[in-house]
Nanobody, 123 residues
Framework: QLQASGGGLVQAGGSLRLSCTAS????????MGWFRQAPGKEREFVGA????????YYADSVKGRFTISRDNAKNMVYLQMNSLKPEDTAVYYC??????????????????WGQGTQVTVSS
């Protein structure tokens, strides 16, 4: 089970850190992804971190502004979002997969999803 938190309202240029808590003893065997869905749009890939935390992957739209990390001892994964823009407004979801990095950008690759947390960036 995954639980995302940390969303809120922030001005453009600001920062937020999202957290995703995982239950279960097999967290460290899963790679973790972040997706987002804006109103009227499809859910899109934001980024992912592999099971060890050594490798991260980002969508071009967030590269250089967002950073994903994980703490396997705490069953946590984080999404640090800096230099936020109004177009980053969306519900953000964390998800877990056992597939390799080739599959990270694809929603159907993920076995488990969190409930989502709203991020709103005002201009």
């Amino acid at each position: 089970q995954l639980q995302a938190s940390g969303g809120g309202l922030v001005q453009a240029g600001g920062s937020l850190r999202l957290s995703c808590t995982a239950s279960g003893r097999t967290f460290s065997s899963y790679s973790m992804g972040w997706f987002r869905q804006a109103p009227g749009k499809e859910r899109e890939f934001v980024g992912a971190v592999n099971w060890s935390g050594r490798s991260t992957y980002y969508a071009d739209s967030v590269k250089g502004r967002f950073t994903i990390s994980r703490d396997n001892a705490k069953n946590m994964v984080y999404l640090q979002m800096n230099s936020l823009k109004p177009e980053d407004t969306a519900v953000y979801y964390c998800a877990a997969t056992r597939r390799d990095s080739t599959w990270f950008p694809y929603r159907d690759s993920y076995d488990y999803w969190g409930q989502g947390t709203q991020v709103t960036v005002s201009s």
